[in-house]
């Protein structure tokens, strides 16, 4: 049976970007799969860019909150903290001994991290190698990732295989990115990749006077009122095409072409639609929020289902080392 795998950082409260274009899908896909799925919430890794305590709790619980306000069924897969599962950084410590020094220098990532920030501490460095023993600890064979993500995917891979080549084994399972045929890139508010870097993000959880603020601001071009207008790369379309049905759609690409609309107008259809679209994820959300006990049980829960298949594939490695 294939066994599929992938983490969120808890880096922040999960964006419209995220859930669209990571969450739900990996949702999806799970229902369609034998729920053979193990999902994480990666917060040793996110150890590299944030430093509070308070932040890091937090998001971990959001993270974990969105997961299971928009469906996810972690009775029948796993839902865990990366944390709760030490086994991960024994298995780290052996795999960085078979990574080569270049493999982590010529990395897309650690060289834009690099650049970018002013904290390039060795976690950003050997973060591939954690991530490879996140996907290899589980024997995963899938990891459902955006585009900028299969570069570790094949870090991982390539690790696994020196290791296995170096013991004449086929211990390590070799994972596969998995990532969907159209993977969308959501648009934020200024019209580029919606990211929490860029501050451009719509954080669906934000409560509807904000929210609605957020969505106000979203840029459009200087067309006056009366003039018709063009759907295409327009942001407050697009995010309302993804969220509305065909018909619905359909029916403001009439308006926008009518002319005598303006986009305040189309931004508070998008809000009305956002509104509808996500109050029962919202509910859900706000109600796992307010008692974070539940979540952490639910996280406990599947870190102890995750713990026995760490354990078994860790008690196949170790042997082969000597350990
Ligand atoms: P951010 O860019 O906000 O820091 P992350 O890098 O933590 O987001 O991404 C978490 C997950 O969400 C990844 O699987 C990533 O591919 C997906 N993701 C992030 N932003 C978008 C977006 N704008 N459109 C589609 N998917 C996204
Ligand atoms: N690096 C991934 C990201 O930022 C998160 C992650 C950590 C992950 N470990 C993983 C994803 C293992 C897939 C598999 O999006």
Same mark, same amino acid.
Request: hydrophobic fraction near 45%; proline fraction near 4%; charged fraction near 20%.
């Given at each position: 049976?294939?066994?599929y795998?992938?983490?969120?950082?808890?880096?922040?409260i999960?964006?419209?970007?995220?859930?669209?274009g990571?969450?739900?899908?990996?949702?999806?896909?799970s229902k369609n799969l034998n729920n053979d799925?193990?999902f994480?919430?990666?917060d040793y890794?996110s150890?590299?860019?944030?430093?509070?305590?308070?932040e890091?709790?937090k #998001?971990?619980?959001s993270?974990a909150?969105t $997961?299971?306000?928009?469906?996810?069924?972690?009775?029948k897969n796993?839902?865990?903290?990366?944390?709760d599962?030490?086994e991960?950084?024994?298995l780290? $410590?052996i795999?960085?001994c078979?990574?080569?020094?270049p493999?982590?220098? #010529?990395?897309?990532?650690?060289?834009?991290k690099?650049d970018k920030?002013s !904290?390039? #501490?060795a976690?950003l460095? =050997? /973060?591939?190698?954690?991530m490879?023993?996140?996907? &290899?600890?589980?024997d995963a064979?899938?990891?459902p990732?955006?585009?900028d993500q299969?570069?570790?995917?094949?870090?991982?891979r !390539?690790?696994a295989?020196?290791f296995?080549g170096t013991y004449?084994?086929?211990?390590?399972?070799l994972?596969?990115?998995?990532?969907q045929?159209?993977a969308m890139?959501?648009p934020? =508010? !200024?019209g580029?990749k919606?990211s929490k870097?860029?501050g451009?993000f719509?954080d669906? /959880? &934000?409560?509807? *006077?904000?929210?609605r603020?957020v969505?106000m601001?979203?840029?459009?071009d200087?067309?006056?009122?009366?003039?018709?207008k063009?759907t295409?790369?327009?942001t407050t379309?697009k995010?309302?095409?993804l969220? +509305?049905s065909e018909?619905?759609t359909?029916?403001l690409?009439?308006? /926008?072409?009518?002319g005598n609309?303006?986009?305040?107008? +189309?931004k508070?259809m998008?809000? !009305?639609k956002i509104?509808e679209?996500f109050?029962e994820a919202r509910?859900?959300?706000f109600? &796992?929020?307010?008692?974070?006990?539940?979540i952490?049980?639910?996280? $406990?829960?599947?870190?102890q289902?995750?713990?026995?298949?760490?354990? =078994?594939? &860790?008690?196949r490695? *170790?042997?082969l080392?000597g350990?």
């Open positions: 049976m294939a066994r795998l992938t983490g969120i950082q808890s880096s922040g999960p964006h419209l970007g995220n859930i669209l990571a969450i739900k899908p990996a949702i999806e896909f799925c193990l994480f919430i990666a890794h150890l590299t860019t944030i430093k509070s305590a308070e890091r709790i #998001n971990i619980r993270v909150a $997961w299971i306000a928009f469906g996810f069924d972690y009775n796993i839902l865990f903290r990366q944390s599962v030490k991960v950084l024994e780290m $410590w795999l960085n078979f990574t080569p020094f493999m982590l220098a #010529n990395a897309h990532s650690f060289k834009d690099s920030l !904290d390039v #501490n976690g460095f =050997t /973060y591939p190698v954690l490879a023993a996140d996907i &290899l600890l589980y064979q899938f990891v990732v955006g585009k299969i570069q570790h995917i094949e870090i991982a !390539d690790i295989s020196i296995n004449q084994t086929s211990s390590f399972v994972p596969e990115a998995a990532v045929a159209e890139t959501i934020g =508010t !200024d580029g919606m870097s860029y451009n719509i669906i /959880y &934000l409560e509807e *006077k904000a929210l603020k969505i601001s979203i840029k459009t200087s067309t006056p009122l009366e003039l018709p063009n295409e790369g327009d379309f995010l309302y095409s969220l +509305a018909e619905e359909n029916h690409k009439k308006l /926008y072409e009518n609309f303006g986009y305040g107008n +189309a508070q998008l809000f !009305d509104m679209h109050k509910d859900a959300y109600e &796992l929020m307010a008692h974070p006990e539940k952490d049980e639910i996280l $406990w829960v599947g870190a289902k995750a713990s026995k298949i760490a354990q =078994t594939v &860790l008690t490695i *170790k042997p080392v350990f």
